[in-house]
């Protein structure tokens, strides 16, 4: 079993920056990919950004592509999403997830952590 489990997230000012964290603990596994997704109130959950832990791959959604970034430390196993210049339509509850296949489909990743709530005021 794999818990995930994020922080970081909180009520931020167009334009501002946030780091996400995503700490991983339980049975893990060196060929895993890490994904970032959110889900906006009234919307679907959709793909931000993936990263395949071993070789550190990346892989980003057009709408965040340039503004966030995805990196890894396998020593503490955790996950990152930095995030900059922040749009209101970047509000939602972000959720990091741990999957088997470097996928962006949200099917295709297994373990889930509980969400952490980002808001950008205008």
């Known amino acids: 079993q794999v818990q995930l489990v994020e922080s970081g997230g909180g009520l931020v000012q167009a334009g501002d920056s946030l780091r996400l964290s995503c700490a991983a603990s339980g049975r893990t596994f060196s060929s895993y990919t890490m994904g970032w997704f959110r889900q906006a109130p009234g919307k679907e959950r959709e793909f931000v950004a993936r990263?395949?832990?071993?070789?550190?791959?990346?892989f980003y959604a057009d709408s965040v592509k340039g503004r966030f970034t995805i990196s890894r430390d396998a020593g503490k196993n955790t996950m990152y999403l930095r995030m900059d210049s922040l749009k209101p339509e970047d509000t939602a509850v972000y959720y990091c997830?741990?999957?088997?296949?470097?996928?962006?489909?949200?099917?295709?990743?297994?373990?889930w952590g509980q969400g952490t709530q980002v808001t950008v005021s205008s």
């Open positions: 997830a741990q999957g088997t296949y470097y996928s962006s489909a949200a099917e295709n990743y297994a373990y």
């Open positions: 990263i395949r832990w071993s070789g550190g791959d990346t």
